[in-house]
Nanobody
Framework: VQLVESGGGLVQSGGSLRLSCAAS????????MGWYRQAPGKQRELVAT???????NYADSVKGRFTISRDNAKNTVYLQMNSLKPEDTAVYYC?????????????WGQGTQVIVSS
């Protein structure tokens, strides 16, 4: 199983970035996917999630600015980030989760750094 994030980098306040997370080794379409972030000295926090049925959920801090989407044909989940703020600076991680009668499968990627300069 692999989750590989990409698209991070340095951007000015007000700018945009699009993160991608390419998945392999599991049946992507049956998993809920999520983006989380961890800033220095802080706990990892939820950014956005999308279910296998494409229902989405966002942290209040990113609503209206970030959009999560998925392409099951490409086994990829995206996070479009607009109107970026310095407080969005963090390492961004994607995860995949599925709960069945056999238990819960949870996978994490290695993360991609996003730095927003003021």
């Amino acid at each position: 199983v692999q989750l590989v994030e990409s698209g991070g980098g340095l951007v000015q306040s007000g700018g945009s970035l699009r993160l991608s997370c390419a998945a392999s080794g599991f049946t992507f379409s049956t998993y809920a996917m999520g983006w989380y972030r961890q800033a220095p000295g802080k706990q990892r926090e939820l950014v956005a999630t999308i279910t296998s049925g494409r229902d989405t959920n966002y942290a209040d801090s990113v609503k209206g600015r970030f959009t999560i989407s998925r392409d099951n044909a490409k086994n990829t989940v995206y996070l479009q980030m607009n109107s970026l703020k310095p407080e969005d600076t963090a390492v961004y991680y994607c995860n995949a989760v599925r709960s069945t009668a056999l238990g819960t499968q949870l996978y994490w990627g290695q993360g991609t750094q996003v730095i927003v300069s003021s």
